[in-house]
């Protein structure tokens, strides 16, 4: 896509979300710049309503922040329970917490009103790897006043879907010209309303509001639109919001019937050995043949006498 469309996509996407949220809530921005970090722990995946009711839950459960600091992350999680991923806002908080400490050996982060924007960004950016990129952006807004604007995972999902970013920008949490289309006077306002529409994709990412909401910022994203997975297929939805995989999770599973032993097998009857076969009978050695009786030699033949002439005898001529 190129910049004067997706420049122009972005700013209708503004004029469609003020007609469509007009009750939003934009954020206080008298906070010190401690609770701007952990409020956005909370915000992150959630409306602003849930937000609220977590931050002061943990604000009056505890008596302060050092006692969140040391607590848990499961009884933190139960705490804000009304947050639609709480064990990750949970954790985030704490990690917050712990780092700033650790760095600062103190929760007050005044002095950084007084330092340049780039280098308190650098100090809030290297608490720990993996703070999230929308915490670290909501505190550079809403607490130091710089042009930021703060996407969660789902607002993210959002652009995506309508063509304003790609999935590697979208894996990156960078949106391409997004902080030079929209000035930084309207930054705030902006961020609250995409906010809002992330967090309605997130839980509602199959409802026909929400696709008319998507559609009359971009008609030609139908294609892209989340789809109900069927119950034949069984195939989910890869566009599904990370939300329902963490409710199903949630959700406690039915122990299964535990499995009947197999009755023990018996023990096969040993073999009976076979009886040793018998030797074979040695051959007899046959007979040495006779010598056959040398032949007799046959009686030499008898001369015959010579006949004797009969008749009578002839007269002399």
Request: glycine content about 4%; charged content about 30%.
């Amino acid at each position: 896509m190129s910049a004067a469309k997706r420049a122009s996509l972005i700013n209708k996407t503004f004029r469609v979300l003020k007609k469509q949220f007009t009750k939003v809530q934009l954020p206080v921005k008298d906070r010190p710049i401690l609770e701007q970090l952990l409020y956005a722990c909370c915000l992150e995946n959630a409306t602003p309503d849930q937000a609220t009711e977590a931050f002061s839950k943990v604000q009056t459960r505890y008596v302060d922040w050092n006692e969140v600091r040391v607590t848990t992350v499961s009884e933190l999680t139960e705490v804000m329970g009304c947050l639609p991923h709480a064990a990750d806002s949970a954790r985030n908080l704490r990690r917050v917490l712990f780092n700033v400490y650790e760095t600062h050996f103190s929760f007050d982060l005044s002095f950084m009103e007084k330092e340049g924007l780039s280098k308190v960004t650098a100090i809030i950016r290297g608490y720990y790897d993996e703070i999230p990129k929308f915490v670290v952006n909501y505190t550079v807004q809403n607490g130091l006043g710089g042009h930021a604007i703060p996407l969660s995972d789902s607002a993210l999902e959002a652009l995506e879907i309508l063509g304003i970013v790609t999935t590697k920008g979208r894996q990156s949490g960078k949106v391409a010209g997004l902080e030079r289309t929209i000035s930084k006077n309207k930054g705030v306002e902006f961020g609250a309303l995409l906010h809002m529409l992330g967090t309605q994709l997130a839980a509602e990412p199959y409802s026909k509001k929400t696709h008319d909401i998507l559609l009359k910022i971009n008609k030609d994203c139908a294609d892209n639109l989340p789809v109900k997975p069927s119950k034949k297929s069984g195939v989910t939805d890869v566009s599904d919001d990370s939300s329902n995989t963490e409710q199903l999770k949630a959700a406690p599973k039915k122990k299964a019937a535990p499995k009947k032993k197999a009755a023990p097998k018996k023990k096969a009857a040993p073999k009976k050995k076979a009886a040793p076969k018998k030797k074979a009978a040695p051959k007899k050695k046959a007979a040495p043949k006779k010598k056959a009786a040398p032949k007799k030699k046959a009686a030499p033949k008898k001369k015959t006498a010579p006949k004797k002439k009969t008749g009578r005898p002839k007269k002399p001529r």
